[in-house]
């Protein structure tokens, strides 16, 4: 038999798994979930058959929530596996803004498509001139634009996801992941009638539903329909379907809970912005990316490990291979609970306070507790 390395298609021998932090912490504030559940009652279901392949109910209610018809919505196990659907049938070459969220160039480098990355600007939003090279260079099949940005926070210019959507002409597919959480209205939901090449990812992950693994993918009929050949049967499980639609059948409750996080939120980047030496950039999601400026003598390894001691995991951003990156001693925190949060930010007080006073015993300066740090864009 050939060694089992050389049966591995040289892609994906190239690839690194996508790695979850398996480090076990009382408080997780690293995936962006939810920080409030639902109890999920065992529906009356029979283990012995399969489920229903088209998850009719459950695109039927999300229809009716959204105003689209249920055959322009593909159900997927979470939106990753969209993603996968996407790059199956249409395939490359994808362009992707970065940073973004990493699946996009993971799942086109596992079946082997090539894409392009294109760094955004120093507000993080999209650099129209570069995305518009780019296009006029690569003619890319699908451009995935995260609105809000994963791990940024913020939202593209609306006027320049228009803009892109008009000038591509392969598929623009606006992940909506955190539209939840964003400014009331932010959606591209209305536009989809108008624009044949939009789709729209949606997820149930990020209001409370993350164990479910629920996404969707939104367009026009005819597409939505070729997509859904490659889709694998049955690939929604029956207890996902059921639990989802009773969650859903109680709007407010999720609607409350997303509102305490918008509320959580704004009151987490208050406080984040205003600890030394922290940079904190405004968010449109359910979590906050800010920058850790090195110049107090603290560096980003050393907050997280701390804060893993008392036990707080958050999500560490940049490269770890040398090469300069632009999320470098950058952070993103997902939105807790209230005493989650205030954990997290007493946590970072002490830590902060500890480095200025050891700096300050070791190299006698007197103002180093006071010091504001420069701030700057990463
Ligand atoms: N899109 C974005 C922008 C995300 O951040 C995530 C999760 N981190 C996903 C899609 C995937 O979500 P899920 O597979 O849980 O639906």
């Known amino acids: 038999m050939r060694a089992i390395e050389d049966l591995i298609k040289p892609n994906v021998k190239a690839l690194t798994a996508y790695a979850v932090e398996a480090v076990q912490c009382a408080i997780r504030l690293d ?12 529906p009356r279901l029979t283990s012995n058959r399969y489920p229903d392949p088209e998850a009719a109910a459950l695109r039927r209610a999300l229809g009716a929530k959204w105003s689209v018809k249920p055959q322009c919505i593909l159900h997927g196990n979470g939106s990753d596996e969209l993603i996968y659907y996407l790059l199956t049938a249409i395939g490359g070459p994808v362009l992707i803004p970065t940073p973004t969220f990493s699946m996009y ?85 209305e536009l989809l009638p108008r624009y044949k090449n939009l789709l729209l990812l949606r997820t149930l992950s990020k209001i409370g539903l993350a164990a479910l693994r629920l996404g969707f993918l939104i367009g026009d009929e005819a597409l939505i329909a070729s997509i859904n050949k490659v889709r694998l049967p049955y690939n929604v499980n029956a207890l996902s379907q059921e639990a989802a639609l009773a969650v859903l059948e ?24 205003g600890l030394t030496g922290i940079e904190a950039y405004p968010s449109d999601a359910n979590f906050i990316l800010f920058k850790l400026n090195t110049a107090g003598g603290l560096t980003a390894e050393y907050l997280y490990r701390k804060l893993i001691e008392d036990g707080i995991l958050i999500k560490k951003l940049g490269g770890n291979n040398g090469i300069s990156n632009p999320l470098d001693n950058c952070f993103r925190v997902t939105v807790g609970t209230k005493e989650e949060n205030a954990a997290f930010i007493t946590s970072m007080k002490k830590i902060i306070g500890e480095t200025c006073r050891n700096e300050k015993s070791e190299d006698t300066q007197t103002d180093i507790g006071d010091r504001r740090y420069h701030r700057d864009k990463p």
Do not use: W
Not at 31 to 42: H, I, T, V
């Open 31 to 42: 995936a962006n979930e939810s920080p409030y559940g639902f109890a999920l009652g065992a």
């Open 105 to 189: 160039r993971i799942i086109a480098e596992s079946l082997g498509e090539g894409h392009i990355g294109v760094p955004l600007d120093g507000q993080f939003d999209l650099d129209m001139d570069a995305m518009h090279r780019a296009i006029g260079k690569e003619a890319p099949k699908l451009i995935f634009l995260s609105r809000p940005n994963n791990p940024t926070g913020n939202s593209f210019m609306f006027e320049k996801v228009i803009e892109i959507i008009e000038k591509a002409d392969g598929l623009v597919v606006v992940d909506e992941a955190y539209q939840p959480f964003s400014p009331a209205g932010e959606s591209f939901i």
């Open 250 to 273: 109680n709007e407010t409750q999720v609607e409350a809970c997303i509102s305490a996080v918008v509320k959580e939120r704004d009151k987490l980047f208050a406080q984040l912005s």
